[in-house]
């Protein structure tokens, strides 16, 4: 046991003893841009779309009816809330005449539909813009 530690300690000597050696400077390399070749990388930049903002530059001004959340319906006179709930809740409708074939509509209701369908259009359901109840809460609160 004792040939162990003597073992030990003189390797720890025979190591430390090593840092007594000398050292070498370490040397940093030079970055100036003035002696390193420009390379200027040729970068295609492609634009990132976001699927429900594409998906609105569809209609424009205009009301989808198969897409538009409640809210939107505010703008409308006599719209909001109960058509407007009607309308997201009977949705999809393939034309914009659909509308006025809902069920459980009274004349007074159709004769306010029938003044804005020329502010209604009709777009292929977007699954962006269904997910989570977004037609129904659409987290904006004023």
Same mark, same amino acid.
Request: aromatic residues 6%.
């Given at each position: 046991?004792?040939?162990?530690?003597?073992?030990?300690?003189?390797? &720890?000597?025979?190591?430390?003893?090593? &840092?007594?050696?000398?050292?070498?400077?370490?040397?940093?390399?030079?970055? @100036?841009?003035?002696?390193? #070749?420009?390379?200027? #990388?040729?970068?295609?930049?492609?634009?990132?779309?976001?699927?429900?903002?594409?998906?609105?530059?569809?209609?424009?001004?205009?009301?989808?009816?198969?897409? @538009?959340?409640?809210?939107?319906?505010?703008?409308?006179?006599?719209?909001? #809330?109960?058509?407007?709930?009607?309308?997201?809740?009977?949705?999809?409708?393939? @034309?914009?005449?659909?509308?006025?074939?809902?069920?459980?509509?009274?004349?007074?209701?159709?004769?306010?539909?029938?003044?804005?369908?020329?502010?209604?259009?009709?777009? #292929?359901?977007? @699954?962006?813009?269904?997910? &989570?109840?977004?037609?129904?809460?659409?987290?904006?609160?004023?």
């Amino acid at each position: 046991m004792k040939q162990l530690g003597r073992l030990l300690v003189l390797v &720890g000597l025979l190591i430390s003893c090593l &840092g007594w050696a000398g050292h070498q400077n370490a040397y940093a390399a030079n970055l @100036s841009l003035n002696k390193l #070749p420009v390379v200027s #990388p040729l970068l295609a930049v492609e634009q990132r779309r976001n699927r429900a903002d594409q998906k609105l530059g569809e209609f424009g001004e205009k009301l989808d009816l198969n897409n @538009s959340s409640i809210r939107e319906f505010r703008q409308l006179r006599g719209m909001f #809330p109960t058509l407007a709930s009607m309308i997201v809740d009977q949705a999809p409708f393939d @034309s914009v005449e659909d509308v006025l074939q809902m069920e459980g509509l009274t004349e007074r209701q159709k004769q306010i539909l029938e003044t804005h369908l020329d502010e209604f259009t009709v777009t #292929p359901v977007a @699954s962006v813009l269904q997910e &989570g109840n977004f037609r129904l809460n659409t987290g904006t609160y004023d």
